[in-house]
């Protein structure tokens, strides 16, 4: 099968197209044929060497997430059948012709999307759903601030914090971006580069923030966040190490936490799995979620897909057609 390899640890240029084996699958799992890959920033992480595969999982092919035709099913599957159409969340080897899923791992594809669509689903929904939802414990009425509201997690907290009732704000460094991010059903944005997050909102209510920056948003959070705030982190691209108040930690009741996805075991994503269909599901077949395709490039040009992901200049998710 045709797949993009990592030939080496260093810049885009050094995804290749290459022949590799076709997966071959355990009693668990399903063959999919794939016919989109979405494109999401662990890949770029792993591309540098940054970002290591599980145990088991290919390093050389990046790729979290797919969509396409289960073609083959091993002997203990029972809930899909050949000829399904499905997105899922794999560990690796997503920028591939095939891909071996667990099958408690895939979702159905709706009717009203198309494989590049719902491609883009599932690395994201999976986080935020976790994240935000589960760990962050949004509810309906309350304040969520996005860092980055503009990239694949952050149009997908976005929208998703709106439909379930949460007033959203979100932080972006264009124009273009803040007028995107409105149009997703954020109520407020604040352009990182002309003036200070936490001034800008300061007097509104936060109760809930999906950062992936770290570093020194980290003070700010902390202030800005109301008594029983939630803090969650996915990502620390300016810094993993800071410095923390413990007694307005205490007096504001804050809850800190945080995770990564791509470790975990079969049985957590088929959990979330199952809350994310009976949940987020609803709201895409109603035609009230949907993911937002910034562009869709044929599978041998990778290399520009994670360069646009590099140029920070995304308005949704990249996708991979296969």
């Known amino acids: 099968m045709k797949a993009v390899v990592i030939t080496m640890p260093g810049g885009p240029e050094v995804l290749q197209v290459a022949e590799r084996a076709r997966p071959r699958i355990s009693d668990s ?41 289960i073609v083959e099913k091993g002997s203990a599957v029972k809930d899909w059948n050949i000829g399904d159409r499905v ?7 997503g920028y591939a012709a095939y891909a071996a899923v667990y099958h408690g791992h895939c979702l159905p594809i709706p009717d009203a999307l198309s494989f590049e669509e719902a491609a883009a689903l599932p690395e994201t ?31 997908t907290a976005i929208q998703l914090g ?25 109520v407020k944005t604040i352009n990182y580069r002309d003036e200070d997050f936490q001034q800008a909102l300061a007097g509104l209510p936060v109760d809930v923030i999906l950062d992936s920056i770290g570093g020194s948003y980290f003070e700010k959070n902390v202030n800005l966040l109301n008594a029983d705030g939630r803090l969650v982190y996915i990502n620390a691209m300016e810094g993993a190490k800071v410095e923390l108040n413990l007694l307005k930690l205490m007096q504001k009741r804050i809850v800190l936490t945080g995770s990564t996805l791509r470790a975990r075991d079969r049985q957590f994503k088929e959990g979330l799995r199952d809350a994310i269909w009976s949940s987020v599901w609803p709201k895409i077949d109603s ?10 490039l044929p599978f041998h040009e990778a290399a520009e897909a994670h360069r646009i992901m590099e140029d920070s200049v995304l308005l949704g998710k990249v996708v991979l057609s296969f």
């Open 29 to 69: 799992e399903v063959l999919i044929e794939v016919r989109a890959a979405g494109v999401n920033r662990p890949d770029v992480f792993q591309r540098k060497g940054n970002y290591p595969a599980p145990l088991g999982v290919d390093p050389r092919i990046p790729g979290l997430e797919v969509a396409g035709v």
């Open 87 to 93: 997105c899922a969340l794999v560990a690796g080897g």
């Open 125 to 155: 929904v999976f986080t935020v759903w976790d994240n935000v939802f589960r760990r962050g414990m949004l509810q309906a009425g309350e304040g969520l601030l996005v860092h980055g509201g503009a990239g694949g997690i952050g149009s």
């Open 162 to 186: 709106a439909l379930f009732g949460a007033s959203v704000y979100t932080t972006v460094s264009s124009p273009e971006k803040a007028a995107f991010c409105l149009s997703l059903g954020a």
């Open 287 to 296: 035609g009230d979620f949907k993911p937002v395709l910034f562009r869709v």
